[in-house]
């Protein structure tokens, strides 16, 4: 099984991105041992959706994670999602904070902000077949 998922992601992504799953997992402290499927592509789709994430930091990051323990966790659920899913879907919780971008986050936070700004503010325009019983109290557009 190990050996297919190798080759798939070989096939489908190139020896650059394979070289970078298989370095991830390789060479941090902890995670040696864990070259089986669902790591496997777990960390393929997480590098494969957050690029820019890949360098000294990542490696840092993630000898810091144990992915057996993640593993485990994973295979519990397996009724509901597959191991595979579950492992990227903790890794990426755990990363994002790392690797996300201070200035973005607060300028989402303020837009955001803004948006609920915008849908408690009183309507200016009130149709005239609405009566008095059924004038809306915040405007939604």
């Given at each position: 099984?190990?050996?297919?998922?190798?080759?798939?992601?070989?096939?489908?992504?190139?020896?650059?991105?394979?070289?970078?799953?298989?370095?991830?997992?390789?060479?941090?402290?902890?995670?040696?041992?864990?070259?089986?499927?669902?790591?496997?592509?777990?960390?393929?789709?997480?590098?494969?959706?957050?690029?820019?994430?890949f360098g000294d930091?990542?490696?840092?990051?993630?000898?810091k994670?144990?992915l057996?323990?993640?593993?485990?966790?994973?295979?519990?659920?397996?009724?509901a999602?597959?191991?595979?899913h579950?492992?990227?879907?903790?890794?990426?919780?755990r990363?994002r904070?790392?690797?996300?971008?201070?200035?973005?986050r607060?300028?989402?936070?303020?837009?955001?902000?803004?948006?609920?700004?915008?849908?408690?503010?009183?309507?200016?325009?009130?149709?005239?077949?609405?009566?008095?019983?059924?004038?809306?109290?915040?405007?939604?557009?």
């Amino acid at each position: 099984m190990r050996e297919r998922t190798l080759l798939k992601i070989l096939g489908d992504e190139g020896s650059a991105h394979l070289r970078s799953v298989l370095m991830t997992i390789m060479q941090t402290d902890n995670n040696k041992l864990m070259l089986v499927a669902p790591v496997i592509w777990a960390v393929s789709d997480v590098l494969r959706g957050h690029p820019s994430w890949f360098g000294d930091a990542w490696f840092k990051e993630i000898d810091k994670i144990d992915l057996g323990e993640l593993h485990a966790n994973a295979k519990k659920s397996r009724e509901a999602v597959a191991p595979r899913h579950a492992i990227a879907t903790m890794l990426i919780e755990r990363l994002r904070p790392l690797f996300t971008d201070h200035r973005r986050r607060g300028f989402y936070e303020s837009v955001s902000r803004e948006y609920q700004s915008r849908q408690r503010a009183p309507c200016r325009y009130v149709p005239a077949h609405y009566s008095a019983a059924t004038r809306p109290e915040v405007c939604l557009r």
